[in-house]
């Protein structure tokens, strides 16, 4: 039975029940050129990135470096696999033109890729959110995340994002929501739609990025106030805090790289449910392409984020100095005479912590009977 007589029959798979293949006119914004550009790109940014991260990971003698560096690491995997099976479907699309009809009568690899780019698409914004937390814990708990910390532990975190990403992408396989095939063809995304389950995914699809951003801008406000308390102290274990404060940055950036990229798709998906009209393709695509950006620049952060890299672009500084505070003597001075009142208090949660640790490894073993 051929796909005419299928169609005649109601017989339509659910991924072609609202777009059926092939397109008669195809969006400018939608080329061969622009994703095999933006997947070439990101794929060797990542790789570049996963290289550096890995060669700082085993050259590392900081705890919190090393955790923070396998978050990072995680994330960077993310992004490389989600940049390597999505855009290999699109770019072959737009090479060899395939029906989608004749080669997936069944929607499995529609299903497949729908769930890879909802799977693809929360992860890094989740582990942005569960790396705020990490530093959040490190920086204002020091003593606390010491204790219990551990890289098993972090490791399991990300494991942990992995999977509450990959149960929200398999919930259209279950019934909340449904995956469909997308203009110009080349891609399969859920439904948004403001009907019935269709709806449900879509809210849980934009809230649950939107709420990551949040927590992430929340938890590293506190920590960026936190930290600059304590390094408009004094010079004790100030290479430490230097690691804080580069890891931190690091964050931060990838906090607003993540913000500027996907707010505009949640809320244009949040926008298009709750108010009712109709989907307007040109402008989800302008948005996913926008929400692309992110897997393309997050690898990037660390690559020129870091104190090494910038030791060679701003030779004339004296990076060995104690902080990166001390070369804004004036900035230094103002925030610590704002800060003043509440900084004892941040200041002794860390000094306690060292002096903890120089106790336990100073006090002499008892003797022997």
């Known amino acids: 039975m051929n796909d005419s007589a299928l169609s005649q029959a109601n017989d339509t798979p659910v991924c072609y029940s609202i777009n059926t293949p092939p397109f008669e006119s195809l969006p400018s914004i939608a080329s061969a050129y622009f ?30 470096r090393s955790f923070f560096l396998i978050f990072l690491g995680g994330l960077v995997v993310t992004d490389f696999m989600g940049l390597l099976v999505t855009g290999c479907i699109v770019v072959s699309f737009h090479v060899t033109h395939f029906n989608w009809r004749q080669l997936d009568p069944k929607c499995h690899f529609c299903n497949f890729m729908g769930m890879s780019m909802v799977f693809y698409g929360l992860c890094p914004l989740l582990l942005g ?32 994002v992995w999977f509450f990403a990959g149960c929200i992408a398999l919930l259209p396989l279950t019934g909340v929501g449904s995956y469909h095939m997308q203009m110009p063809g080349s891609w399969c995304f859920f439904n948004i739609s403001p009907k019935g389950k269709d709806l449900a995914f879509s809210l849980i699809f934009s809230l649950v990025g939107l709420m990551s951003i949040t927590v992430s801008f929340f938890l590293n406000t506190v920590s960026i106030v936190t930290l600059i308390k304590v390094c408009c102290g004094q010079d004790r274990s100030q290479r430490r805090r230097d690691h804080e404060v580069e890891m931190m940055v690091q964050l931060i950036l990838i906090m607003v790289i993540a913000s500027i990229c996907w707010c505009p798709l949640l809320v244009f998906i949040l926008q298009t449910v709750l108010s009712g009209g109709p989907l307007r393709i040109k402008y989800l695509l302008l948005w996913l392409r926008f929400a692309s950006f992110n897997q393309i620049l997050d690898p990037w952060v660390y690559i020129l984020f870091r104190r090494a890299v910038l030791q060679r672009i701003y030779p004339r500084i004296d990076w060995s100095r104690g902080s990166f505070g001390s070369l804004y003597p004036s ?39």
């Open 331 to 369: 900035v230094r001075n103002t925030i610590h005479r704002f800060t003043r009142p509440s900084f004892e208090t941040s200041l002794d949660s860390h000094e306690t912590v060292e002096k903890e640790k120089a106790h336990i490894t100073s006090v002499p073993p008892p003797p022997s009977p």
């Open 129 to 160: 959110a569960a790396m705020a937390v990490e530093r959040f814990t490190g920086i204002n708990c020091p003593f606390a995340r010491s204790t219990s910390m551990s890289k098993r532990r972090t490791v399991s975190m990300v494991l942990m």
């Open 35 to 64: 994703s095999s550009v933006f997947s070439a790109l990101g794929v060797t940014s990542n790789l570049i990135a996963f290289v550096v991260l890995l060669k700082s990971f085993r050259q590392t003698n900081s705890r919190s």
